[in-house]
């Protein structure tokens, strides 16, 4: 559940790739809207938080899988769910007027390019989470070793533990001239690798609007960038991780140009909820 780069080389659009999200459910709490209560005040148990991630890591180191950090934008979005499951007395990863999972995510703060989330009732927590490894699914999303944070919310009620299990592959967090900078190191080696010597990276702050323009409108677009004045080359893509360079970066980065300018932006979309890098260069 990881994401690829999306290239567009010159005028060529190729095709938005979205993000898949994972969503597993539980069987939902058969219970009338008459039962439904007030979600109580957030006394959320942070005891148990702490045991289940620990159950968590626990099972991952035992498959030889990385553990999981805790990361405090998924425990608030994982707090909430589990605050309007408690309200409505029922397992579900939607409910009227909530975002899905991954919206939630990008809403506060995290950037992530796939997500999962596991939900569940039980009288225990060790409970809890026995009974989600024995569901394919949510085993699937607590094994899977794409993912490197995780955010845990618990109320407990006269109903038992009602548990949200918040799970995403965090990209890197870098600003607008990080990112640039990134690229920048990685086309150095590549062109290094190749056998010529890198052409120097000129300065050219339209292209960092251009990159934002492109997010806005959830699509690839070189058109704005090849009508800069000098320009022979343009190549326009996403990417989780700005060093990672595309496969079409051969076409645009050869011995003979003189020179190439890089814009930077990072932001959420349609088909990228949790946020991706938008990139793109141009050559001279």
């Not at 390019?113 to 060790?126: F, H, K, M, Q, R």
């Not at 009620?157 to 990685?186: H, N």
Request: net charge negative; hydrophobic share 40%.
């Amino acid at each position: 559940m990881t994401g690829g780069n999306q290239t567009v080389a010159m005028r060529r659009v190729c095709q938005r790739h979205v993000f898949p999200v994972l969503i597993v459910v539980l069987v939902m709490l058969a219970r009338s809207s008459s039962q439904t209560s007030p979600a109580p005040a957030a006394q959320f148990d942070s005891a148990a938080e702490a045991q289940l991630v620990q159950l968590l890591n626990q099972t991952r180191t035992e498959h030889g899988l990385a553990p999981l950090t805790v990361d405090d934008r998924l425990t608030r979005a994982a707090r909430k769910h589990t605050q309007l499951m408690v309200q409505h007395l029922a397992l579900s990863h939607q409910f009227d007027g909530e975002p899905p999972p991954q919206t939630r995510f990008s809403n506060e703060g995290l950037p992530s390019d796939s997500s999962s989330e596991n939900v569940a009732l039980n009288a225990t927590i060790p409970g809890a989470h026995d009974a989600l490894m024995h569901s394919p699914p949510h085993r699937e999303a607590i094994l899977d070793p794409n993912y490197n944070v995780v955010g845990v919310g618990v109320l407990q009620t006269d109903e038992g533990f009602f548990v949200t299990e918040e799970f995403a592959r965090k990209l890197p967090e870098m600003s607008e001239l990080e990112a640039e900078a990134a690229v920048q190191t990685a086309i150095e080696k590549y062109a290094r690798s190749n056998g010529f010597s890198p052409a120097g990276r000129k300065p050219q702050p339209q292209l960092r609007h251009i990159a934002c323009r492109m997010a806005l409108n959830d699509a690839l677009d070189s058109s704005d960038a090849m009508g800069l004045f000098g320009v022979h080359g343009v190549l326009a893509w996403t990417a989780a991780d700005p060093a990672k360079l595309p496969k079409g970066i051969g076409q645009v980065l050869k011995p003979q140009i003189s020179g190439y300018s890089l814009g930077a932006c990072f932001a959420p979309s349609v088909s990228h909820p949790g946020g991706v890098y938008w990139l793109v260069m141009v050559t001279y």
